[in-house]
Nanobody, 128 residues
Framework: QLQLVESGGGLVQPGGSLRLSCAAS????????IGWFRQAPGKEREGVSC????????KYADSVKDRFTIYRDNAKNTVYLQMNSLKPEDTAVYYC?????????????????????WGQGTQVTVSS
């Protein structure tokens, strides 16, 4: 059974850091592009960052550029999102999602409509 499980969310003060993990089971991430998305109450789900199956291509939303870093460890079948300099406006439920692609592809996308499989989400709250 194909499954994505996010972890690492929590409560952090403004300026703090968190690292989110997206662990895959039931399939290998070698054939999947991975995206991180977030949804705040009353707002649409938005793309935060994504990484290709090769790891050679990444994208970031303008709002998180230079603060967030996405990377993957295919040996651990896990993708990470390192979030630094967190702001209250980063507060949201964060989801990871997977899209099937060719092996070692450079495909990536910040559109949630492109992704086939989703995790259950992890809450990130940035507040003093």
């Amino acid at each position: 059974q194909l499954q994505l499980v996010e972890s690492g969310g929590g409560l952090v003060q403004p300026g703090g850091s968190l690292r989110l993990s997206c662990a895959a089971s039931g399939f290998t991430l070698d054939f999947y592009a991975i995206g991180w998305f977030r949804q705040a109450p009353g707002k649409e789900r938005e793309g935060v960052s994504c990484i290709s199956s090769s790891g050679g291509s990444t994208k970031y939303a303008d709002s998180v550029k230079d603060r967030f870093t996405i990377y993957r460890d295919n040996a651990k079948n896990t993708v990470y999102l390192q979030m630094n300099s967190l702001k209250p406006e980063d507060t949201a439920v964060y989801y990871c999602a997977a899209k099937g692609v060719d092996y070692y592809s450079d495909y990536d996308s910040l559109s949630p409509y492109e992704y086939d499989y989703w995790g259950q989400g992890t809450q990130v709250t940035v507040s003093s």
